[in-house]
């Protein structure tokens, strides 16, 4: 599905940009690369055994030496035990890329955005499917009802009387002020995908660290199971901070502009939830990315589309099923 979505993204941008002209914003696609890197010696054989399963499975995981490492990155800690490139890796402005897929819709002049309506119920016909949903002083009514509420999908799927295991677990990053650039790709340390699949409710950080256009640079990202709390926690900044000069020594020196927090749609399974609930007839689901929404948000919005309409998705969807095998134990029957 990554691996979808990521060809979807470079047909999609150039899509947008000849829409939208050049008085939008740019999504700030870049298909810049990744390097995954181990900082012990006891990260290193993890890692390279599993960009090799990766390979297997068609991904380009390239194991590369020091040298060449640090020709991709010359400002990386020399103290790396070993190092994975990813040369289809790719970064977006999710907020711009956000509005900017919004944006054709819109002006098709056929959608209607109504924005702070809470979802109060469903509204359901005398067969028990559900045709809409209300909101205050109104009723919706559609011939399909598709979630996509993030984190609060849980929420939302209750108020329609259907119980989904989304779970919010907040991360926070950090970000510098503009710099010239010192960092060329997303950079990884190995514990990174030790973390995202960990089912773990207590902190966890792991260093990400990349720049943006506009010169500033991103440190992340950290992992916890803490409700919707929102709190500032300066423990969890401190953690990121550290991590982070493992893999880039020189960041001792910049200045944080500002940290920010959020909260990523965690399922217990670790795979996003597309397509119709088996539970109650007109209810569609497109949520459960985790950190992942915005890069499979193509493929995602692809695949529902077609189950939808009844077509044939271009990639498997019966592993995102929201009747999967794995999440029969986390379901409840419809009220």
Known sequence: MSWYSSRLWSTVAAELADQLGPRFPSIEFDRKGGLVVATTEAGATPLLEFAASQLVAGV???PIGLDDALRLEPDLNPAITAAVYYPEDAQVQPVIATEALLAPARLTGRVSVILNAPVLGGIRDASDTLVGVSIPGRGLRADAVVIAAGPWSGQVSA???VDLPVRPRRGVVLVTTRMRHRIF?????ADYVGAVESNDSDLQTSSVVESTE?????IGSSR?????????????LRELATKALRLFPFLAIASIMRSYGGFRPFMPDHLPVIGADPRLPGLWHATGHEGAGIGLSLATGDMLAALLTGGEPAINAEPFSPGRQSLATHFEQAS
């Open 60 to 62: 380009d995981a390239q």
């Open 214 to 218: 506009a010169g500033t640079v991103l």
């Open 224 to 236: 916890q199971q803490i409700g919707f709390e929102s709190g500032l926690q300066v423990e969890v």
């Open 159 to 161: 108020a329609l009387g």
């Open 185 to 189: 790709h997303k950079v990884y340390d």
